[in-house]
């Protein structure tokens, strides 16, 4: 397969969509075509469905020391092809490719810890009442996976859902992102290559709706996993429900940032400069909503506001570049949107504020001040490159408003007490809190939200246990 044609992977073969349809993919930091993607039929879907089945039968079958054997092969593969599938990635998603390297090499940690996790999926034996009986708890894979990953980040996304479940003996249906499909399809290519059954992963592309349509309520699946926006993921959320499937759900964010007056003033700036725009901001655990303790709100201010005029924007292929272009016009017109409105309604535009270049979805780093509750932004993910700085007085009056929305994904503070330290930690609504450095995201802790930033979790240990089952098996010796 080369860029020019992604094709889906059903029944342990590339092969293109039944009725041979097509959508392009493109460039975003030039907007041209750089390929097609192929666009599955029901009947493609079905193909998958099956497959899934006797991969699961296979992957499920085999021991949990093999399997771990395997996911550190392709962890071994994925570091081996770093370079080329970061070029994919940078090509059709835009970040810069020292950053697309790295999510390709976090991809391998992912997987690494997947196969460790693997061997660990223990039972239980619980005593039981009468000695000639022996009381078991058995944890089995819950079976084929119907899973669905965004654009944002190509390789994590579809990493954390596949590792997981493959450690745990699942087998999957992936719908890819349209937008970013060749570097998914390099990610399934090194499992495969690796040992993992052809038909135990199986890769489609297309309409999104009518693929969820399709695979969620199908008696083969038994578990869905879904990242992407709220929206969706309350309509995936009530199917899976409806078709009584188990779900995890990983769902958008509008991470609050509180820094106290006593907090390090430079380190909050450099570490919150990097992480808000990191992806142009298309990250759902990206900060959103600075809160700044009054008396040290515009030295905060002028900092953050200078270090993000000085960010280099442009092309990911280019070395200098630090922040690359958003997805898709659709992003681009949406950040417009949101920031337009909010200027309208009095907040203080001091950087940014508009499109750059005349080719490529490129908006410019953005700082708004003084923004008043009542704009869409306050309220809306905004999923791009646009933090959002407002002033308080006491720290209560700062916890009010990090957990004012039904959001609670990430979560960061900055502060030098440890007495503040601890009330910003348990104060906090969200499923992360990162205090005073960047800490989140790594293979081996949780990640997940709280209200409607999600549902379970795909970090750390729990995140293989999302796709087991227990089953209680109690014997008697006759
Ligand atoms: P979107 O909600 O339209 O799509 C998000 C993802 O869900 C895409 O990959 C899309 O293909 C898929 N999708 C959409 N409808 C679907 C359906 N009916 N069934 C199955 N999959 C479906 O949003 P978008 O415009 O692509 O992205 C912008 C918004 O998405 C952001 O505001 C953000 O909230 C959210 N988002 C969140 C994450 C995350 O990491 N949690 C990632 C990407 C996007």
Same mark, same amino acid.
């Given at each position: 397969?080369?860029?020019?044609?992604?094709?889906?992977?059903?029944?342990?073969?590339?092969?293109?969509?039944?009725?041979?349809?097509?959508?392009?993919?493109?460039?975003?930091? #030039?907007?041209?075509?750089?390929?097609?993607? &192929?666009?599955?039929?029901?009947?493609?879907?079905?193909?998958?469905?099956? !497959?899934?089945?006797?991969?699961?039968?296979?992957?499920?079958?085999?021991?949990?020391? #093999?399997?771990? /054997?395997?996911?550190?092969?392709?962890?071994?593969?994925?570091?081996?092809?770093?370079?080329?599938? %970061?070029?994919?990635?940078?090509?059709?998603?835009?970040?810069?490719?020292?950053?697309?390297?790295?999510?390709?090499?976090?991809? &391998?940690?992912?997987?690494?810890?997947?196969?460790?996790?693997?061997?660990?999926?223990?039972?239980?034996?619980?005593?039981?009442? /009468?000695?000639?009986?022996?009381?078991?708890?058995?944890?089995? *894979?819950?079976?084929?996976?119907?899973?669905?990953?965004?654009?944002?980040?190509?390789?994590?996304?579809?990493?954390?859902? +596949?590792?997981?479940?493959?450690?745990?003996?699942?087998?999957?249906?992936?719908?890819?992102?349209?937008?970013?499909?060749?570097?998914?399809?390099?990610?399934?290519? &090194?499992?495969?290559?690796?040992?993992?059954?052809?038909?135990?992963?199986?890769?489609?592309?297309?309409?999104?709706?009518?693929?969820?349509?399709?695979?969620?309520?199908?008696?083969?699946?038994?578990?869905?996993?879904?990242?992407?926006?709220?929206?969706?993921?309350?309509?995936?959320?009530?199917?899976?429900?409806?078709?009584?499937?188990?779900?995890?759900?990983?769902?958008?964010?509008?991470?609050?940032?509180?820094?106290?007056?006593?907090?390090?003033?430079?380190?909050?700036?450099?570490?919150?400069?990097?992480?808000?725009?990191?992806?142009?901001?298309?990250?759902?655990?990206?900060?959103?909503?600075?809160?700044?303790?009054?008396?040290?709100?515009?030295?905060?201010?002028?900092?953050?506001?200078?270090?993000?005029?000085? +960010?280099?924007?442009?092309?990911?292929?280019?070395?200098?570049?630090?922040?690359?272009?958003?997805?898709?016009?659709?992003?681009?017109?949406?950040?417009?949107?949101?920031?337009?409105?909010?200027?309208?309604?009095?907040?203080?535009?001091? #950087?940014?504020?508009?499109?750059?270049?005349?080719?490529?979805?490129?908006?410019? *780093?953005?700082?708004?001040? /003084?923004?008043?509750?009542?704009?869409?932004?306050? /309220?809306?993910?905004?999923?791009?490159?646009?933090?959002?700085?407002?002033?308080?007085?006491?720290?209560?009056?700062?916890?009010?408003?990090?957990?004012?929305?039904?959001?609670?994904?990430?979560?960061?503070?900055?502060?030098? !007490? %440890?007495? #503040?330290? &601890?009330?910003?930690?348990?104060?906090?609504?969200?499923?992360?809190?990162?205090?005073?450095?960047?800490?989140?995201?790594?293979?081996?802790?949780?990640?997940?939200?709280?209200?409607?930033?999600?549902?379970?979790?795909?970090?750390?240990?729990?995140?293989?246990?999302?796709?087991?089952?227990?089953?209680?098996?109690?014997?008697?010796?006759?």
């Amino acid at each position: 397969m080369s860029y020019s044609e992604v094709q889906h992977f059903i029944g342990g073969k590339w092969c293109p969509g039944g009725e041979g349809l097509a959508l392009d993919v493109l460039n975003p930091a #030039t907007e041209q075509m750089i390929g097609k993607v &192929a666009v599955a039929t029901k009947s493609d879907l079905d193909a998958a469905l099956e !497959s899934a089945q006797l991969g699961f039968e296979e992957w499920g079958a085999m021991s949990a020391y #093999t399997r771990s /054997n395997i996911l550190r092969n392709a962890a071994i593969i994925l570091r081996e092809r770093a370079d080329m599938i %970061a070029g994919i990635l940078t090509l059709e998603q835009g970040k810069p490719l020292a950053q697309a390297k790295a999510e390709v090499l976090a991809g &391998a940690e992912f997987i690494e810890w997947s196969a460790e996790e693997a061997r660990r999926t223990y039972g239980l034996v619980i005593p039981a009442r /009468n000695a000639e009986v022996l009381q078991l708890t058995l944890r089995e *894979p819950v079976g084929p996976v119907a899973a669905f990953a965004p654009w944002n980040f190509p390789i994590n996304q579809c990493v954390r859902k +596949l590792a997981a479940g493959l450690a745990a003996g699942c087998s999957f249906v992936l719908k890819g992102p349209e937008d970013t499909p060749g570097s998914p399809a390099e990610l399934v290519r &090194a499992f495969v290559d690796a040992g993992v059954p052809g038909n135990t992963i199986n890769l489609v592309y297309g309409d999104p709706p009518m693929i969820s349509g399709h695979l969620i309520p199908h008696r083969v699946i038994r578990k869905i996993s879904f990242t992407g926006s709220t929206q969706v993921g309350r309509q995936i959320g009530a199917m899976a429900a409806s078709h009584m499937k188990r779900m995890t759900l990983e769902l958008g964010g509008h991470a609050p940032v509180i820094v106290a007056e006593d907090a390090d003033i430079e380190a909050a700036v450099k570490f919150m400069v990097l992480q808000k725009f990191r992806n142009g901001g298309q990250v759902c655990t990206s900060p959103t909503r600075f809160l700044v303790q009054q008396k040290v709100f515009d030295r905060f201010v002028e900092k953050f506001v200078k270090q993000c005029a000085e +960010l280099v924007v442009g092309d990911g292929l280019d070395p200098a570049t630090e922040m690359g272009p958003l997805i898709n016009r659709k992003r681009v017109d949406s950040v417009s949107e949101l920031v337009d409105e909010a200027v309208s309604l009095g907040a203080k535009l001091c #950087t940014g504020g508009n499109r750059i270049a005349n080719k490529g979805f490129f908006y410019a *780093p953005t700082v708004l001040t /003084n923004v008043p509750i009542a704009a869409r932004i306050m /309220n809306e993910e905004p999923f791009g490159p646009v933090a959002l700085i407002n002033p308080f007085n006491t720290l209560d009056e700062a916890l009010e408003e990090a957990n004012r929305l039904e959001f609670g994904l990430a979560s960061y503070a900055f502060a030098g !007490s %440890a007495a #503040t330290v &601890a009330k910003l930690g348990k104060g906090i609504a969200a499923g992360m809190v990162s205090i005073n450095h960047l800490g989140l995201a790594l293979p081996e802790v949780p990640f997940g939200g709280i209200g409607d930033s999600g549902v379970g979790t795909e970090g750390g240990a729990e995140a293989v246990a999302q796709f087991l089952a227990t089953k209680f098996v109690t014997q008697q010796t006759i």
